[in-house]
């Protein structure tokens, strides 16, 4: 089992901050800014970070190198950026519409975020693969490729659900760390950068947010499970538990 030490709310450090009034607390509903894919190159090479909010199958097929990825279907997208990416880092958002990139801007100021939001990719990723420039991929494995690759070849897999959730059921050979904890304790594991790796949880989002931390940490061969640990017990695949 991991550290027991719960982790704290996601930004806390800015949200006490905005309560103290040391931060401006905004008073309008926030409105995300376009930026040309020069700005984008430009603000990144200045430090600023990519959080990528399209599906975890559309991050997949092709996305700017180094993105985070949050998707923001999830009842926990703001949470969860502000879980994985460094205090106070200016972001840039990529979605697939405009729309989107102001529906998460809206959630982010709920944990203060939004002061943090630079602006949105104009265009999304069709602008910047049309502008030639390069993106990354994250293969999608579904479980029943799993199941045949845990007996053949004796892959790595890291489950990032949380520890009851660990639990209540996982593969056998499933190392487990919460998402949330890979930025500060991933070495704990012991995983093999060189070897590959899949990466599931309940349905395939929160894997694809830790698969994309595990890229910018230099992982070579990663793979995103496709439906999670859903699908592999509906596939009827073995699972173990754990019992005090």
Excluded at 88 to 96: K, M, Q, S, Y
Excluded at 151 to 160: F, R
Excluded at 197 to 209: E, N, Q, Y
Excluded at 215 to 230: A, H, P, S
């Amino acid at each position: 089992m991991q550290d027991e030490q719960p982790v704290k709310p996601a930004n806390i450090a800015n949200i006490v901050a905005t309560n103290q009034g040391k931060l401006p607390l905004t008073m309008e509903i926030p409105k995300a800014q376009p930026l040309t894919v020069t700005q984008v190159e430009d603000l990144m090479a200045e430090g600023h970070i990519v959080v990528d909010t399209r599906s975890s199958a559309d991050f997949g097929v092709g996305h700017i190198p180094r993105a985070y990825h949050a998707h923001l279907s999830s009842p926990e997208f703001e949470q969860r950026v502000g879980w994985v990416t460094p205090l106070d880092t200016p972001i840039i958002l990529v979605t697939n519409h405009d729309k989107d990139a102001q529906h998460a801007i809206y959630n982010m100021a709920f944990i203060a975020l939004n002061t943090r939001v630079t602006g949105y990719l104009d265009g999304g990723m069709t602008a910047w693969m049309d502008a030639g420039k390069v993106t990354e991929s994250l293969p999608q494995m579904d479980v029943f490729t799993l199941s045949d690759r845990l007996s053949s070849n004796g892959l790595q897999v890291l489950d990032v659900r949380e520890d009851d959730e660990y639990d209540e059921g996982h593969i056998e050979v499933a190392k487990n760390l919460s998402f949330k904890r890979i930025p500060t304790q991933l070495d704990s594991l012991g995983l093999n950068k060189e070897k590959p790796l899949a990466i599931t949880c309940a349905t395939g989002k929160r894997s694809s947010t830790a698969a994309s931390l595990l890229l910018r940490q230099g992982f070579k061969e990663l793979y995103n499970v496709t439906g999670g640990m859903t699908a592999w017990e509906s596939a009827g695949f073995d699972t173990v538990f754990f019992e005090e």
